[in-house]
């Protein structure tokens, strides 16, 4: 009912930038998204455990984790349903799948009543850093 799509993976060279785009939409064009609080990253190294990244809430308090503060930016569309994730100064550690995580999205199919979907994760999209 509910989805998000991930964009903007590629492989880089070490000291590069990429972008990450994480867009919420409805599954069907009668699914219209109300809300979502907060929305995460998160990244999986080939080998690793799932690693939160950073985080952005509906009011626009932010959070990162150490390995990438001061290089990535995470930010939101003014809808509040796209998420941004800008990467500079790219290593060849930051390489892995990045996720987009939503805790929450409140969500009315037309006609029906509005619904939570919790916990809501994208398909992922690849982020290689060459040395």
């Known amino acids: 009912q509910v989805q998000l799509v991930e964009s903007g993976g590629g492989l880089v060279s070490a000291g590069g930038s990429l972008r990450l785009s994480c867009a919420a939409s409805?599954?069907?064009?009668?699914?219209?998204?109300?809300?979502?609080?907060?929305m995460n990253w998160y990244r999986q190294a080939p080998g690793k455990q799932r690693e939160w990244v950073a985080s952005?809430?509906?009011?626009?308090?932010?959070n990162y984790a150490d390995s990438v503060k001061g290089r990535f930016t995470i930010s939101r569309d003014n809808a509040g349903r796209t998420a941004f994730l800008q990467m500079h100064s790219l290593k060849p550690e930051d390489t892995a799948v990045y996720y987009c995580?939503?805790?929450?999205?409140?969500?009315?199919?037309?006609?029906?009543?509005?619904?939570?979907?919790?916990?809501?994760w994208g398909q992922g999209t690849l982020v290689t850093v060459s040395s």
């Open positions: 995580n939503a805790d929450r999205i409140l969500f009315r199919e037309q006609g029906a009543d509005a619904r939570v979907a919790v916990d809501y």
């Open positions: 409805g599954s069907i064009l009668r699914i219209n998204i109300l809300r979502i609080n907060t």
């Open positions: 952005i809430t509906s009011g626009g308090s932010i």
